[in-house]
Each structure stands twice: as structure tokens, then as C-alpha cells.
């Protein structure tokens, strides 16, 4: 490990647990950060792994998805919500475990959304009623706490066989911490920060400075439409938390839906200009 990330991954973990110490503001603007910055980065180069001549299709599908799903949570967020939760799982789960099996797959999904609940039955009923714009029933919070309890064991006994410290980190903050810093570290360690290192190699970039360089204009432009969602939806609902998931859903579910098939299709990125990385741009690691 080299110094830069040392720090990084300490600055990290100091923020994560002074904003678990704060009020639920706090700990929403720590999601809003770390979500909105560094776990949208590696959505942010999905144009860059399209096939020339389907820029176009791609755009079309990609603006499409956001704006319907702007539009479920403005008119009916208790079913925008639930949908965009089982999306969240699937994704997580061929994603951050695509040679698992089918039970791994699905304990990798569902522990990263629903173990928060165990430990923080309210707060996480809270977050889901501000964020569906209804109460959550008892029976739902105990399916939620039940599958999540099966999914975390699952998970944490895979990380202790195979030593994977990353898992359990990841793991151990959706369980421990508040649900909205927990889901933040858990999302940013299992998913978000794997995922853009991988996008990175398949892009080319010989540094994460250059990835972010090169997806600067895209990044920054999704952060100021989530913004201006997120405002919206502030004035509407009040708390600000309907204004984040419907802010990360806007961005998150083109990327779950659209950018897959696209994926794998371009012979060479066709949207940024990213140094090469010698020998490696062809074989990303995991």
C-alpha cells in the first residue's frame, strides 16, 4: 500500500465515524459526498465503453431511464423505491461477484441493502419512509432484518475463509455504522471504488488522477443535474433523503440498465483519451 492511499482510506474512515456521531443532516451530506463523488465516478466513463455508432442508441436509452425514473419518484416514490432497491441488489450482485454462484451472487446483493437494518431497525425504517413518502409496515422492516441477517452471515463467512479483508471491512460497516454512513462505506469499499478501478484498466487510464481527468465533464455534469434533482426534491419532501435516492437513482439506474448492453461491445474507448496502460488496457484485473 503506498502512502496516497493510506491517507485517503484513513481521511475515509475518520469521516465515516465523525459523521456517524452526528445528526441525520450530517450523515446525509456524508452520503451525498461520498456516494455522489466517489461512488459515481465509475459510472461516469459508461459512454467511453460504447461501440462507435451506437453513441447515439446509448444516449437516447441512458436519458430515457433517468427521466422515467425522475418521474416514479416524483409521483409514486413507494414504488420507485422498492423497484430501485431489487435493482440496486441485482446489480450489486453480478457485478461484485461475477464468478460467484447463485447464492453468493444473491448474499452480496441483498447484504449490501438490507444489512443496515439489522442493528438499525429505526433509522433504517426512517430513511425508507422519508425516502418512499409513506410509513413502512413492521412486517417489511422484519423480512428486510431477516434477509439481511442471512445475507451478512453468508458474506462474512466467505470473508473469513478466504481471508478477504475488504469484504469483511465492507461488510462490518453496513452492519455497525449508522444506515446512511454505513451504506456509504459498504457501497464505496464492495462496489464503487472496485468497479472504477476496473473501468479504469478497460478504459486505459495509468492512474486513478487520469480516470477522474478524463471523466471530469461527464462527472461533473451528473453532479449538477443530481443537484438540481436533489433541490427539487428537498422543497418537496424536506428532510433531503427522498432528494438523495432520487437523485442516485436518476444516475444509478441507466447504469444498471442500459450501460450492460452496451458493455464489452467497443473494440476501443471512444469517448476519452486515456493513456494506455502497457500490456494491461485488454486485461483488466479484479
Request: proline letters at 6%; aromatic letters at 8%; glycine letters at 12%.
Amino acid at each position: 500500500m503506498t502512502r496516497a492511499p493510506a491517507i485517503g482510506w484513513t481521511m475515509l474512515a475518520g469521516a465515516a465515524l465523525a459523521a456517524s456521531a452526528g445528526s441525520l443532516p450530517i450523515q446525509l451530506g456524508f452520503a451525498i459526498l461520498a456516494i455522489g463523488i466517489l461512488g459515481m465516478a465509475h459510472g461516469a466513463s459508461d459512454l467511453a465503453i460504447v461501440a462507435p455508432g451506437r453513441g447515439p442508441l446509448f444516449l437516447l436509452l441512458y436519458v430515457s431511464v433517468s427521466l422515467i425514473c425522475l418521474a416514479w419518484w416524483t409521483g409514486y416514490p413507494q414504488i420507485a423505491l422498492p423497484l430501485f432497491l431489487a435493482a440496486s441488489a441485482i446489480h450489486f450482485g453480478v457485478e461484485d461477484a461475477p464468478h460467484g454462484g447463485l447464492p453468493e451472487r444473491a448474499a452480496r446483493g441483498i447484504s449490501l441493502v438490507t444489512t443496515p437494518a439489522i442493528l438499525h431497525r429505526e433509522s433504517y425504517g426512517d430513511i425508507l419512509a422519508f425516502a418512499a413518502g409513506h410509513g413502512i409496515s413492521t412486517t417489511v422492516l422484519f423480512l428486510l432484518i431477516a434477509a439481511g441477517a442471512g445475507a451478512t452471515a453468508l458474506v462474512l463467512i466467505m470473508a473469513v475463509r478466504r481471508r478477504n479483508g475488504r469484504l469483511l471491512v465492507g461488510t462490518g460497516a453496513l452492519l455497525v455504522l449508522p444506515p446512511l454512513v454505513g451504506f456509504s462505506i459498504g457501497f464505496l469499499v464492495l462496489h464503487a471504488l472496485p468497479q472504477t478501478d476496473q473501468r479504469r484498466q478497460e478504459i486505459g487510464c495509468v492512474s486513478h488522477r487520469a480516470y477522474f481527468r478524463a471523466v471530469a465533464p461527464i462527472l461533473l455534469a451528473a453532479l449538477l443535474i443530481a443537484a438540481a434533482v436533489g433541490a427539487f426534491f428537498v422543497y418537496r419532501e424536506g428532510t433531503g433523503v427522498r432528494a438523495l435516492f432520487a437523485g442516485i437513482a436518476a444516475l444509478a439506474m441507466p447504469h444498471l440498465l442500459v450501460t450492460p448492453w452496451f458493455e464489452g461491445r467497443a473494440g476501443r474507448p471512444v469517448a476519452y483519451s486515456c493513456p494506455a496502460i502497457r500490456g494491461r488496457a485488454q486485461h483488466p484485473q479484479t
